[in-house]
């Protein structure tokens, strides 16, 4: 689960102290104009996505909606399988061809108006 904040420590504090959540890792992805923190919650995560510019998807994000819930991540083995086979059952993808993120994991997202409202992220992570 993706949640936009404005600021990754001072969540991160939150998701680390009070809850007790394992910090993965912390990073900055310049693809996606953001910095990021991942918390391990048993074979599921919680990613923290903190803007590092104003043009970014998620300062937008912030700024319409605030703090909150983004998306919610879907893995799979074979991410251009999975979109393809999404977009022939009618569904509308953000991104015409999959984007791999410094090797580190493959994306696409899934419109919201395809999905009642919920921004889904389909996601082949390598490594842990």
């Known amino acids: 689960m993706g949640i936009a904040v ?3 420590d001072e969540a991160s504090r939150f998701y680390e102290g009070t809850m007790g959540l394992k910090l993965v890792k912390k ?3 310049e693809e996606e ?3 990021i923190a991942m918390f391990k919650v048993g074979e599921s995560y919680i990613e923290l996505l903190e803007p590092t510019s104003p043009e970014s998807s998620i300062a937008k ?3 319409r909606r605030g703090e909150g819930v983004h998306h919610i991540a879907l893995e799979y083995d074979d991410v251009k399988e999975a ?3 999404c977009k022939m059952k009618g569904a509308i993808l953000v991104h015409p ?3 791999d993120l410094k090797g580190d ?3 696409n997202f899934i ?3 395809s999905t009642h409202g919920v921004l889904l992220e389909i996601v082949k992570r390598y490594g842990d």
Do not use: A, D, H, L
């Open 111 to 113: 419109n919201p108006k």
């Open 61 to 63: 994000f912030i700024e």
């Open 105 to 107: 994991r493959v994306i």
């Open 33 to 35: 104009k953001v910095r």
């Open 6 to 8: 404005r600021s990754v």
């Open 83 to 85: 979109q393809e086979y």
């Open 97 to 99: 061809e999959p984007e």
């Open 27 to 29: 990073e900055t992805v």
